[in-house]
């Protein structure tokens, strides 16, 4: 069951009012997720209607976005996209706005199944954040990391990744699981509920890396069918 967006009482989310806020405030006291709420005009289902984009992802630019046949409320919803675009490019980060009609999944029988639609955390070596936004629904996803087990720390699964490894459950093993991210993906505990994080609102999460003050925001992409609309989705 997933909650309805920005659930009340998750004290690791914060809620910001404005840009400058999402992008200053310090992750810290156990915070590891900030949404900017946003309701925002325009309609981004036409965006993405008048796209030939075909299966997988499509990367759009902005002259894609402006060639657009679009009403007034899809100019609309061009305008603010390429705002946000903006407003990220000069943080000094690199955003990029994707059409997604499916990504590519794990193979049914993986031990642990890495592709994004399994609860993952991000990562970096150095000091680093995700930001995100959800254009058109099915919107992103989101778990609490006290509702959610690393599936490297399950002993069944541990045991079969040690068995595919070879050797003892040491540091090398250790770098194993590492190398392959099986590390940053997570189970949800039983009675989990996850979260949307919404339509249109602006997200900054904390990832893991070195000396990081809070826990990663553990999150993944929503479960699609054949024959869903596309995503289109702000990720930097």
């Given at each position: 069951?997933?909650?309805?967006?920005?659930?009340?009482?998750?004290?690791?989310i914060r809620v910001v009012s404005s840009?400058?806020?999402?992008?200053?405030?310090?992750f810290g006291e156990g915070v590891n997720?900030?949404?900017?709420?946003?309701?925002?005009?325009?309609?981004?289902?036409?965006?993405?209607?008048?796209?030939?984009?075909?299966?997988?992802?499509?990367?759009?630019?902005?002259?894609?976005?402006?060639?657009?046949?679009?009403?007034?409320?899809?100019?609309?919803?061009?305008?603010?996209?390429?705002?946000?675009?903006?407003?990220?490019?000069?943080?000094?980060?690199?955003?990029?706005?994707?059409?997604?009609?499916?990504?590519?999944?794990?193979?049914?029988?993986?031990?642990?199944?890495?592709?994004?639609?399994?609860?993952?955390?991000?990562?970096?070596?150095?000091?680093?954040?995700?930001?995100?936004?959800?254009?058109?629904?099915?919107?992103?996803?989101?778990?609490?990391?006290?509702?959610?087990?690393?599936?490297?720390?399950?002993?069944?699964?541990?045991?079969?990744?040690?068995?595919?490894?070879?050797?003892?459950?040491?540091?090398?093993?250790?770098?194993?699981?590492?190398?392959?991210?099986?590390?940053?993906?997570?189970?949800?505990?039983?009675?989990?509920?996850?979260?949307?994080?919404?339509?249109g609102n602006l997200w900054r999460i904390?990832?893991?890396?070195?000396?990081?003050?809070?826990?990663?925001?553990?999150?993944?992409?929503?479960?699609?069918?054949?024959?869903?609309?596309?995503?289109?989705?702000?990720?930097?």
């Amino acid at each position: 069951m997933i909650t309805p967006d920005i659930p009340s009482g998750y004290s690791r989310i914060r809620v910001v009012s404005s840009f400058q806020e999402l992008v200053s405030t310090r992750f810290g006291e156990g915070v590891n997720a900030l949404c900017w709420k946003r309701t925002l005009l325009g309609d981004f289902r036409e965006v993405v209607q008048k796209l030939s984009a075909e299966e997988g992802i499509t990367t759009l630019d902005e002259w894609t976005l402006q060639a657009l046949p679009l009403t007034s409320v899809g100019k609309l919803a061009v305008e603010t996209l390429l705002r946000d675009l903006q407003l990220l490019r000069e943080l000094g980060v690199s955003p990029v706005l994707d059409c997604i009609r499916g990504y590519e999944r794990d193979e049914a029988t993986a031990v642990v199944a890495t592709d994004v639609y399994s609860f993952h955390a991000d990562s970096a070596p150095v000091e680093a954040d995700t930001f995100l936004c959800s254009y058109t629904d099915p919107a992103s996803e989101g778990i609490r990391n006290e509702d959610a087990q690393r599936r490297v720390d399950i002993p069944a699964i541990r045991a079969e990744l040690l068995r595919a490894f070879g050797g003892a459950d040491d540091e090398d093993f250790r770098e194993y699981l590492s190398e392959n991210r099986f590390d940053l993906h997570y189970a949800p505990l039983p009675g989990a509920r996850p979260f949307s994080f919404g339509v249109g609102n602006l997200w900054r999460i904390a990832i893991e890396y070195p000396g990081s003050p809070v826990p990663p925001c553990i999150h993944r992409a929503p479960a699609t069918s054949p024959g869903d609309p596309a995503r289109l989705l702000l990720i930097a």
